[in-house]
């Protein structure tokens, strides 16, 4: 469906330039959502920063997502985390929050978060399976009251992008597949983003450059 993730940004870019001038904020879910959302940013003539949420994985398949962290400390599970043991599902938490800590420290170690109060959001990942992250960060969000709330993916199942319909006030997905195993399978590309990558491509807002060519 995609050559790479830049190929799925200037998709999403192009159904998104109503946006343009706005002056929107772009959230990108990291890792893979930050090249994408630097791209739909500069395009839009907006901001960028990053929500930060973790999913929880499930035991024994990480990738499948059970829930989700948020950085204002709220859980949101699903139901199959149900099914887990309450000690293990504690220390699966504990492990995200912390991680979610260290990473804003080292994104964004010179500033504090954008405040999307009464902003249009553009929240951006490449893609969702079971659109927990996501949803975590749509309902996180939307508590700080922005003025519009719209959530951008590469690709999502059916059931997902009608769950994420239900928290954003508008969703664009670019790819709706009926058969759908794993966000990678429709990326040609979709190799891992490093940590160095993300600081770069939101540094270049802190010092009023575009790191889009």
């Known amino acids: 469906m995609f050559q790479h993730r830049r190929d799925a940004a200037e998709r999403l870019a192009t159904r998104l330039s109503h946006l343009r001038g706005l002056h929107p904020l772009v959230l990108a879910i990291p890792r893979g959502g930050v090249p994408m959302g630097r791209f739909i940013a500069d395009a839009l003539q907006g901001e960028l920063d ?7 994985g499930a035991p024994g398949n990480p990738e499948y997502a059970i829930g989700a962290v948020s950085e ?5 599970l699903e139901e ?3 099914h887990c043991r309450e000690e293990w599902l504690t220390g699966a938490i504990a492990r995200q929050r912390e991680l979610i800590e260290e990473r804003r420290r080292r ?3 010179v500033r504090s978060p954008i405040d999307p109060a009464g902003r249009i959001l553009v929240v951006v990942d490449d893609g969702s399976a079971t659109g927990a992250t996501m949803a975590a960060a749509l309902a996180t969000l939307r508590q700080r ?4 709330l719209i959530a951008a993916l590469g690709v999502a199942p059916p ?3 009608a769950r994420l319909e239900t928290l954003a006030d508008e969703v664009v997905c ?3 597949p009926g058969h759908f195993a794993a966000v990678g399978q429709f990326f040609t590309d979709f190799d891992q983003v490093s940590d ?3 600081v770069a491509l939101l540094a270049a807002d802190d010092d009023g450059t575009s790191a889009t060519p």
């Open 72 to 76: 204002d400390g709220s859980v949101h």
């Open 159 to 161: 059931d997902t992008v």
């Open 174 to 176: 670019i790819g709706v």
């Open 107 to 109: 994104y964004t170690p």
């Open 196 to 198: 160095d990558e993300v």
């Open 145 to 148: 009251h922005p003025a519009r």
């Open 80 to 82: 199959e985390a149900r």
């Open 50 to 56: 990053v929500v930060l949420v973790r999913k929880i």
